[in-house]
Every structure is written in structure tokens, then in C-alpha cells.
């Protein structure tokens, strides 16, 4: 677990991340081929290769335990502290001897590592196993990470209950926008595009602006490997909860100085199928591709382009567009859905269509002296069309359905500058963010108004180290502008508005051999978006009717928090506690009333601000059993309310805990990297909302398991994976899902995963 407020002063993310070469060698300096190495911080397992080298990239800066084991040698743990890019050399003895310290051969870069608990990664062979059909799902092994959803093929990241603008989700290095809208606008970004995620839990905003109030989640694609030669990749993944079949392919290859690299991929679902019954209307559908490339005149500077598009049309559950009151008061309270139908591939109203383009053009750089620079510039459109489920009643209503009811353009210009420098006796870091925004309503009906806005922010954060101390100190501000047109009567009406605001941060943590103690205080603030200023009709996607305010003002957050970790002998501990203190929390609550409207019946919600509170623990134990085997538990604690009269915030997932027994063996007739694992999650009860239209479900416990590996064939590698989750086919409701009001969650899912390179 990862303290907050070092990661709002982390400029791992920004900057490019260190590469590590690891070579492992026996005593007399022949390399040792199929070495496995375990990197704690990393979550990781790693092999050799046939010259004894193993290369992490974009490796975050900090402190790493490693566990060097290779058959018929002595195991060897060594402490590794990644400064920048580092070539070091292991060696392992076959009989018991003291071992020597580290050696390192190369420091290309003298800069001084940030903050070791700052990032928490997921690896690509991590990824492989728990990767699902959402991005959401890629971030469930995370302590404090889950998503909302609205479907099976809709989730949201969310860190810690806080979602939408409060987290910055990052495509690589470049902020997705079109997810901000609400919770059924998922990022448009393929799972199987993504190489590995680093997740900032806890506010950013001193690093990142008001966009990260809540923290970072950033999904890194597969690097280029600047080396010469085409190499290629195909993936094919097949779910049975709702007969999805998916597929990607990536091309790479490097020509002297030039790198590129392409990839494809596709995925289609019929409804999915909850253990009674069926979810009707939830088939969906996405394309993507990407084109990228890169010119490295030397190992310490590149510059990119990348080219990114993205396709959806996904069905929106038809249980939840009812047509009358009684109807849906009925199926509030009803055990089955409504709306039933055989499970299909055919997408009907209600739906949307997304396509999303993303254009970037970026540089990095590192200085002599330490340190590095960094500077990236994009543009994305996001359109977004939502159609209702069609009553007609007339050939007039008929051709009116053709149009989409909600449809709406946002297209985001972006720039971040970034300059990390030795100086005032440690590492100082300074960013500069611009952002112009511009959406067009087009639909029969405009929930949000037509608007622009402009931001502007520059942040500043300075690290300090003495001996096993670490001291961390930022400061931001930020201004925003927004400007909205309106058309009442046939005539249009302008209004502007103009927020301004800072955040600050300060840490302190002492690291000892085997453990550390960090805590700090920082505060943040963003101001309100469009939706939750002027949002006035049926939010389609979501089948709410919402209501904004026009009046308003922008949400301050404070945060306090404290952690631990302790390392034991085959063991360790990260603790984590914090408390969100918000004099104004914008939250969309429900108000307890349905609304009638021409289009249906819907849940009524309004936005509000209020003083909050959030309280939270977080807790992550990994025990090595033996050799091969090992046990991981993770749990998550969240209790939010309103200071004024104690009641509970809508929408504050409820406590959660996992645990995880991982076995791992040697290569059994060529397969290698053979692995099993089984998986028990228990999710409690959320606590009781005012106004809320369903009581909160009650917990569940599900269990699952996974196993998987790979096989060599010349120069190729293939690899396969079976996972299975709810695998006794339980019947259950999630608070963060937006079915929850009508419909169980899926049932019995298998999952297959085959994989070839060469």
C-alpha cells in the first residue's frame, strides 16, 4: 500500500521511468539462464533469459527487495535502490557462502529516487491473470481500487469511493476525457491494449491539478522495443457468461533510429446471463487501433506519435427504461427483471454509440546532471450518442427515434510540460498544464448545454533526503474558465464562470531495513463540471433523470493519512489509514421520487454539496509458504458521511476482503511458467442512504481460481489461461452497480486466454 500524499509529489509518471537490467551469473561469471527473480514491490515473477538478463522497464524510483532463485544454486535477496537507469549484476553460489553486496556496473542517470511507496504497479504477467473484459478489472488486485459499473461491458475506475473528475485516468500519459460525463462512460480503451497499470491512490493534486483529486490510474500500452527486427503478437480471449469472443494483434519492429508499432483489436458480446435469468439488451460491441512512431536519436531522449481510435456501441439493460411509474416501483422491488428475452447478439434501443480519437505528439528527454524533462501535447474528440427505448405511438415519434435522443461532441486540446532538476539541496520537479475543452449538444434533447472552458495550472514540488529520512513539499494553483450557451425560446444565452484555487502537500517518512513509516496532509480542490451545474433531463446510458445546480461552488478536500510497512522472512505488511475531509462534496444523491417523463419513468437524482467525511483502511499481507507456493490477503475499509447529520454519502462502497493462494512450479514437458491459483472475495453491506430507492444488497462471498503458462517453440512462445470466477454460480447484487436496482449480477464466468508471439 502507497501513502497519498507522496504520490501527488511523485514525478515517476510524468518523467520517464528508469530502466533495470539485471544480469545473474554463477561464481566463476557464466551467465545463468531461466533464473527466476520475484520483485516485491512489482508483484512480479520474472525469468532470465539465455544470456542471464532480465530488463524491467519503466520501472518507478524507489527501494526493491529481489529473490534471485535458480535450481541447484542458493536462493539470494537483495535490496535494489533504483536511482535512474541501472544495469546490475547478481551472483548466485551453489554452496552456502556469505554473499557480496550488489554490484553496480552502470548509473546512467544521477538523479535522486522519489519516494518508494508512491506507485503501485501491475505487471504484464499479473495482468494476464486477473485481466477481464473492462478496464475496471485490471485494478481489482489493488487495495482501495475498484470500479462502478452499468453492465457488463461499462465500468469506471473509482480509487477509494471517488470517481469521475476526482480521478485522472491516464491512456499512457495522456488524460482520457471522454469518461468524465458520468457512471456509465467507461474509458474507451481496449483491456487488451494495456501492457501493465500504475495506480496513485490518495490526491494528486499538487502534481496533476484538479483532475486528480482522488488520485492517478495509468494504463501504460506495450512499449517499443527500439531493436531491429518485426516482432508480433496475436491475443484471442473467449467469456462464457455471455458467449464474448475477443482478439488483438500487434506489430512492432525498429529501423536504425525509428521505432513503430501497430495494434488491433476487437470484441463482441451477446447478453450476458445472470445465474436465473438473462440481462436483455446488454450485448455490446468495441474496435480499436493504435499507430505509433518513435525516433531515439540516443538512450536519453525520443520523441512520438501516436494515433489512437476507439468504436463502441454497447445495449443498455432494458429492465431499467420502464414506461410508467407503477412499473418501475414494481421492478424495484421485483426478484427477476421485467424485461426478459432470450440471450442475443442484437443490440436495440436502449444503446449508445461512442467513438473516440486521440492524437499525441510527445518528447522526453534526461540532463546530464540528473534528472529529465518531458513534454507532450493531444488532441481527442469524443462523441457520444444515447438513444432512448423507442414507444411509438405516431410515424411522427417514429422518424424522431432515428435521431439520437443525447448526443453530444467534446473535443479536448491538452499540453503538460514537465522538468525534474537536482537542486535547493534535493530533487525539485515543476509542471505546467493548459487544457481548452469545447462540447456541442446535438441531440433531440440537451441534458448538458453547449460550453468551452480553459484551464491552466502550474504545480512545484521539492524532495529532500537525509539518510533513511524522506521529506516531501508541493504546491499548486490552478484557474478554469468556462463559458455556456443555452437556447431558451429559440433564442441563445451566455454565462461564464471562473473558479481559481491551490493545493499543497507535505510527507515525511523514515525507511528502515525492513519496514518504513510514512504520513502527511495535503488538500486539493476542483471545481463543479458542466453535468453537475446544469444537467436537467434523462441520462440515458444511466436511466436516471438528473438535476444540477447552477449555484454551485467548487469542492475542497483535505486529507490526512497515515502507513506502514514491515518486512519479515518470507513475509511482509503494508498498512495503510486516511481521513477525507470535504467542507463541500458535490455528490449526486438520490432524492426518493421517480420522475415521469415522455421518454419513461426513471430514478430521480440531484446534486448537491455538502460537508463530508471519508474514513478509510487499507491492508495488503503476501506470506511465501514455500518455494513455490504463496498466500495473499488485501483488504478494504470505507465509511463516508455527511458531518452536518451523520448520514451516510451515497454511493461509498462497502468493506471488502480477498485472498489469494498462488502456486507456481518448474517446467512440466516444456510447459513453463505453469501456475494455479485460487481466489475467495467477501464484500460486505454498505451502509443505509436516505432517499435511496432499494435498500443496499447484502454481502456475498464468491470464490474463483485460475492456472495458465507457456511453451517455447523455436523463436516462438505460447501461452494459455483459464480462469473462472463466481464459480459456484451464486446469485448476488453489487452496491457499485447500477443493475442493482433491477437485476442480479452475471453468474458463472469462464474465461479462456491464448496467446503467440514470434
Request: aromatic content about 10%.
Amino acid at each position: 500500500m502507497r501513502i497519498a500524499w507522496i504520490l501527488c509529489l511523485s514525478a515517476s509518471i510524468a518523467v520517464a521511468l528508469p530502466r533495470v537490467e539485471l544480469v545473474v551469473r554463477d561464481s566463476s561469471g557464466r551467465p545463468l539462464e531461466e533464473a527466476q527473480v520475484l520483485v516485491d514491490k512489482l508483484y512480479g515473477r520474472y525469468r532470465t533469459d539465455l544470456r542471464g538478463r532480465l530488463v524491467l522497464s519503466e520501472v518507478p524510483m524507489g527501494r526493491y527487495r529481489l529473490l534471485i532463485r535458480k535450481e541447484g544454486f542458493r536462493p539470494k535477496e537483495v535490496e535494489l535502490v533504483v536511482k535512474g537507469d541501472t544495469t546490475v549484476v547478481v551472483l548466485l553460489f551453489p554452496e552456502v557462502v556469505v554473499l557480496p553486496e550488489l554490484t553496480v556496473e552502470q548509473e546512467r542517470i544521477a538523479s535522486l529516487p522519489v519516494a518508494p511507496a508512491s506507485v503501485l504497479t501491475v505487471g504484464p504477467r499479473e495482468l494476464d491473470i486477473h485481466r477481464g473484459q473492462t478496464l475496471g478489472e485490471l485494478i481489482r488486485t489493488i487495495p482501495g481500487a475498484g470500479s462502478i459499473s452499468t453492465g457488463p461491458g461499462i465500468a469506471k475506475p473509482m480509487l477509494r469511493g471517488l470517481t469521475g473528475e476526482r480521478l485522472l485516468v491516464l491512456n499512457d500519459k495522456v488524460p482520457i476525457y471522454g469518461q468524465s460525463w458520468g457512471e456509465e462512460h467507461a474509458p474507451e480503451l481496449d483491456p487488451l491494449q494495456v501492457g501493465a497499470v500504475e495506480v496513485l491512490r490518495g490526491t494528486a493534486a499538487v502534481q496533476y491539478g484538479t483532475e486528480a483529486l482522488a488520485g492517478v490510474i495509468r494504463f501504460i500500452p506495450a512499449s517499443i522495443l527500439m531493436q531491429p527486427g518485426l516482432r508480433w503478437q496475436v491475443r484471442l480471449e473467449g467469456f462464457s457468461g455471455n458467449r464474448q469472443g475477443a482478439a488483438a494483434f500487434w506489430a512492432e519492429g525498429a529501423q536504425g533510429r525509428w521505432g513503430y508499432q501497430a495494434l488491433l483489436s476487437a470484441r463482441k458480446a451477446a447478453d450476458v446471463e445472470a445465474p436465473r435469468y438473462g440481462l436483455a439488451n446488454t450485448a455490446f460491441e468495441q474496435y480499436n487501433a493504435t499507430a505509433v512512431l518513435q525516433y531515439s536519436p540516443n538512450s536519453d531522449a525520443s520523441l512520438r506519435g501516436r494515433l489512437q481510435l476507439f468504436r463502441g456501441r454497447l445495449g443498455i439493460f432494458a429492465g431499467m427504461h420502464l414506461g410508467n411509474l407503477s412499473d418501475l416501483e414494481r421492478a424495484f422491488r421485483a426478484v427477476r427483471p421485467l424485461v426478459e428475452r432470450p440471450p442475443s447478439y442484437r443490440i436495440e434501443p436502449p444503446y449508445q454509440h461512442v467513438s473516440h480519437v486521440t492524437g499525441e505528439l510527445s518528447a522526453k528527454g534526461r540532463f546530464s546532471a540528473g534528472g529529465g524533462w518531458s513534454f507532450q501535447m493531444s488532441w481527442q474528440q469524443n462523441r457520444r450518442q444515447e438513444y432512448d427505448a423507442h414507444r411509438f405511438w405516431n410515424d411522427s415519434l417514429r422518424y424522431r427515434a432515428q435521431r439520437a435522443a443525447y448526443d453530444v461532441t467534446l473535443t479536448t486540446w491538452s499540453m503538460r510540460a514537465e522538468v525534474e532538476r537536482l537542486g535547493l539541496g534535493g530533487l525539485m520537479s515543476f509542471a505546467v498544464d493548459a487544457r481548452r475543452q469545447g462540447n456541442v449538444s446535438e441531440g433531440l434533447q440537451r441534458l448538458v448545454p453547449n460550453f468551452q472552458s480553459y484551464l491552466l495550472g502550474a504545480g512545484i514540488w521539492q524532495q529532500w533526503f537525509w539518510q533513511d529520512w524522506k521529506a516531501l513539499v508541493g504546491l499548486r494553483a490552478d484557474l478554469v474558465w468556462l463559458t455556456v450557451w443555452r437556447s431558451v425560446q429559440g433564442k441563445w444565452y451566455g454565462r461564464s464562470h471562473r473558479w481559481g484555487g491551490g493545493a499543497f502537500s507535505v510527507t515525511l517518512q523514515r525507511a528502515w531495513r525492513r519496514g518504513e513509516l510514512r504520513g502527511g496532509i495535503a488538500t486539493g480542490w476542483r471545481a463543479p463540471n458542466v453535468l453537475e451545474l446544469y444537467a436537467y433531463g434523462v441520462h440515458h446510458g444511466a436511466a436516471i433523470f438528473e438535476a444540477g445546480d447552477t449555484t454551485l461552488r467548487s469542492e475542497r478536500l483535505w486529507v490526512a493519512e497515515v502507513g506502514g510497512l514491515y518486512r519479515g522472512t518470507g513475509w511482509q505488511i503494508d498498512a495503510t489509514g486516511f481521513l477525507y475531509w470535504f467542507p463541500r462534496y458535490i455528490a449526486r444523491v438520490p432524492t426518493g421520487t421517480p420522475v415521469l417523463t415522455i421518454r419513461g419513468a426513471f430514478p430521480g437524482f440531484q446534486y448537491q454539496a455538502v460537508p463530508a467525511a471519508i474514513v478509510g483502511a487499507e491492508m495488503q499481507y503476501q506470506m511465501e509458504l514455500l518455494p513455490w507456493l504463496r498466500i495473499e490477503l488485501q483488504s478494504t475499509f470505507l465509511r463516508g458521511w455527511r458531518t452536518a447529520n451523520r448520514e451516510a454519502l451515497y454511493g461509498i462502497p462497502p468493506a471488502r476482503l480477498e485472498g489469494r493462494l498462488h502456486a507456481h512450479g518448474p517446467a512440466v514437458a516444456g510447459v513453463e511458467h505453469v501456475f494455479v491459483e485460487l481466489e475467495v472475495t467477501a464484500v460486505g453491506r454498505a451502509w443505509q442512504t436516505p432517499l435511496d430507492f432499494a435498500p443496499p444488497p447484502p454481502g456475498y462471498v464468491l470464490l474463483g481460481g485460475a492456472f495458465g503458462g507457456e511453451t517455447r517453440l523455436d523463436s516462438h512462445i505460447l501461452s494459455f489461461g483459464l480462469q473462472v470466477r463466481n464459480l459456484f454460480n451464486r446469485a448476488y447484487r453489487d452496491y457499485t452497480s447500477r443493475l442493482r436496482y433491477f437485476a442480479d449480477e452475471p453468474g458463472r464466468t469462464l474465461m479462456l486466454r491464448l496467446g503467440w508471439q514470434w
